[in-house]
């Protein structure tokens, strides 16, 4: 640009409109000065700013509300969502089972029981001991005369006539 | 973007919601909700879809903010949830079956809605079928760089950090972009005289 009477072309308003600076010194000091171009470039941005308020007043206006973007923090000593529940679930267990053990209605179920299998102990033993008389004296005191049983009758005589010894057998 | 158009107080809302202040959080997502409402509509074209991005958007916003190192790149770095956000969304649809589109559903429901605006609503209707033309003009990185710029509002240097494009590569797509715009009369016109 060699005369500051010579307007700027429409590439350069076009340029001048992107960014000032990309004029040459020429063309700036020009715009600077003269309000012609000024006035075309003011027109060309007002167009400009036009279609962006159109956008927004040719668009519909959103309907919807907002859902709400953010939770409340979570609590660093009670740990995530997750442990919390585990956490009372567990405690809430082992109260249970401490107030099983240690209540009076088990505690008399366990002497019962004890006393139960004690119970049952002496019924085996003396069970047991019956068994153990049966075994040796079967029969009443005056039975075994009956039947012959006692074994005083056994004798070395009576079992040589039953299994007979072999020199008495050629002796005869 | 409303009240606060400020960086200084975007990044202390930003440091603040970082440290876990709920109230800066809340500020931040109202600050941005429109913005990101409108950006995912222009790139969507259904209330509903836009709605259902924008929720999503925000809530990884929220999730991912600890993670934000630098503050200050706090706009870039949303947008760029967003944009990745939307692209998502454009390749599920791709193969999605019931890929049906929902172009122009809202406006048809609204005139339904509402008969007493029918002007109005012809002429907004009329506006995104010019402005949609005018899109299918540009090439994928012109149309991306223009509507950032111009419908975002967002700057040369947040579009390339959005891009992870270089500022030039930035310039050049949006001075071809804006060689197309001004050679489309017919938006042009439309812009010229507002709404």
Redesign the interface.
Known sequence: MKGMDIHLN??QI??A???QN?LSADERSHLSTCSVCQGKKKQ?EQ??????????????L???K??P??QE?LQKSWGSWFWRPVFVCGVALILLIAGIWFSTPYKSYREYKTAQLIEEIEDDQKFMDAIEVLEEKVLFNFYPDVSGEPYSYVDDEFLEFIFPLEESQYST | MQAIDNDYQIIELVEKAKD?N?AS?GQL?NLF??DI??MV??RTNS?MD??DL??GI??QM?KNLARLKDTSRFRSWFFKIAINHVRDFHRKKRWSFFNTTSEMY??DK?VTDNHNNLENLM??KE??KR?HQFAERLSRGEREVFILR????LR?REIGEVLNKSESTI?TN??RA??K??QNPE??D???G??
């Open positions: 429409e590439d076009i340029k409109v992107v960014d990309d060309f167009e400009l700013n036009n279609l962006g308020r159109m956008v927004k007043e040719c668009a519909p959103p309907e919807r907002l859902i973007l953010y923090p | 876990g709920k959080l997502v909700y429109e409402y409108f509509y222009c209330r836009a709605e924008t929720q925000l809530m929220v809202d406006f609204e002429m907004k506006f995104w402005f111009f419908v975002d509002h040369i310039k949006l001075y804006l060689k715009f001004k938006l042009h439309l812009l010229k507002g709404v």
